[in-house]
Nanobody, 126 residues
Framework: QVQLVESGGGLVQAGDSLRLSCAASGRTFSSYVMGWFRQAPGKEREFVAAISKSGDRTSYADSVKGRFTISRDNAKNTVYLQMNSLKPEDTAGYYC???????????????????WGQGTQVTVSS
């Protein structure tokens, strides 16, 4: 089973950019559909973006479409989330997650992901 470690969070101002990284252990990283979720204080965790095993298909939440870009480098066992034009409402803990290897389709459902990182905090000031 893959293990995930996020990095790249921080405190930025509205309009700034950040790139989050999620490094995966193991030699079968390309076997997993990967996703990013976020959770703000007092709110439920929500889907942000997901990417197919090969990286040729992506899915985004409407709230981030056009501002965030998910990508992956299977040679480096890493998935990225490039976040541009950040807004205060993007403030949250960001988590990367992996679907079970037998699932090929991208899903936005949290319960379809079975491996999670510890999260990295993104704070956007106004």
């Amino acid at each position: 089973q893959v293990q995930l470690v996020e990095s790249g969070g921080g405190l930025v101002q509205a309009g700034d950019s950040l790139r989050l990284s999620c490094a995966a252990s193991g030699r079968t990283f390309s076997s997993y559909v990967m996703g990013w979720f976020r959770q703000a204080p007092g709110k439920e965790r929500e889907f942000v973006a997901a990417i197919s095993k090969s990286g040729d298909r992506t899915s985004y939440a409407d709230s981030v479409k056009g501002r965030f870009t998910i990508s992956r480098d299977n040679a480096k066992n890493t998935v990225y989330l490039q976040m541009n034009s950040l807004k205060p409402e993007d403030t949250a803990g960001y988590y990367c997650a992996a679907q079970p290897a037998y699932i090929r389709l991208i899903t936005t459902r949290e319960d379809m992901y079975d491996t999670w990182g510890q999260g990295t905090q993104v704070t956007v000031s106004s």
